[in-house]
């Protein structure tokens, strides 16, 4: 199904639907402030596990990140972490920046293999914010950005509805996505550091 949403004013009545999508187990392809993203509830282990195979990889070796509707999430699924780095994600989050942070016990079991990270993702995208919100915990979240693919397919929300329909329950139309991910920023040594340039500008 392909479901046209719009930034300003997602309607309530069709994040509900793609909230049902979700809650069902359901795999879905959204707009961020980057590139699309394709996830799914992070607390249904059958619908991770879709996604880990679509990206042909093990759960926990993958680097899925988390979308959260806002900060209030954060000590659910991290660590403590320092008022430095607090202050950090507060003046750059909703933005298109990963913030990788140490997971605590809470987050689900399948992911955390030898992995103790975790990506946190706020994205400044009412519509996928608005579904988070709804659910009521984070999404999964994996890009389907690929360098070997013509490049309309990752922006165009009716061309990768073509092409992922066989995979994901349901495509978001959000308008056209961008080329450029999210900017990821270790922030589980002392020192924060800067390990993918992509888009926005990190505001210290």
């Known amino acids: 199904m392909l479901l046209r949403l719009y930034n300003e004013n997602p309607n309530p009545r ?20 980057t ?11 059958k619908a991770v596990d879709k996604v880990a195979r679509f990206k ?17 999430h954060l000590s659910d699924y991290t660590k403590p972490i320092s008022n430095t780095v607090f202050k950090l994600m507060r003046k750059n989050l ?6 990788i942070l140490e997971a605590n016990n809470n987050v689900p ?5 030898k992995k103790k990270t975790v990506g946190i993702r706020v994205p400044d995208n009412n519509i996928i914010r608005d579904i988070i919100y709804e659910l009521g915990n984070p999404i999964l979240s994996t890009s389907i950005r690929d360098e070997d693919e013509i490049l309309e397919y990752t922006t165009d929300p009716e061309l990768i509805y073509e092409k992922y329909q066989d995979i994901a329950d349901l495509v978001i139309d959000g308008g056209h996505g961008e080329l450029v991910p999210s900017t990821v920023i270790d922030c589980t040594n002392d020192e924060i550091t800067i390990v993918r340039e992509g888009k926005g500008i990190l505001e210290y």
Do not use: M
Not at 14 to 33: A, F, N, Q, S
Not at 35 to 45: R, S
Not at 59 to 72: P, T, W
Not at 94 to 99: K, L
């Open 94 to 99: 909703p933005g298109p920046f990963t913030f």
């Open 14 to 33: 069709d994040i509900r639907k793609v909230v049902d999508v979700l809650r069902e187990g359901g795999i879905i392809i959204y707009p961020t402030d």
């Open 35 to 45: 590139v699309y993203g394709l996830g799914c509830d992070i607390t249904n282990p």
């Open 56 to 72: 042909g990889i093990k759960i926990e070796k993958a680097n899925f990140s988390f979308i959260c509707s806002d900060l209030s």
């Open 109 to 113: 079991r399948y992911f955390k293999g």
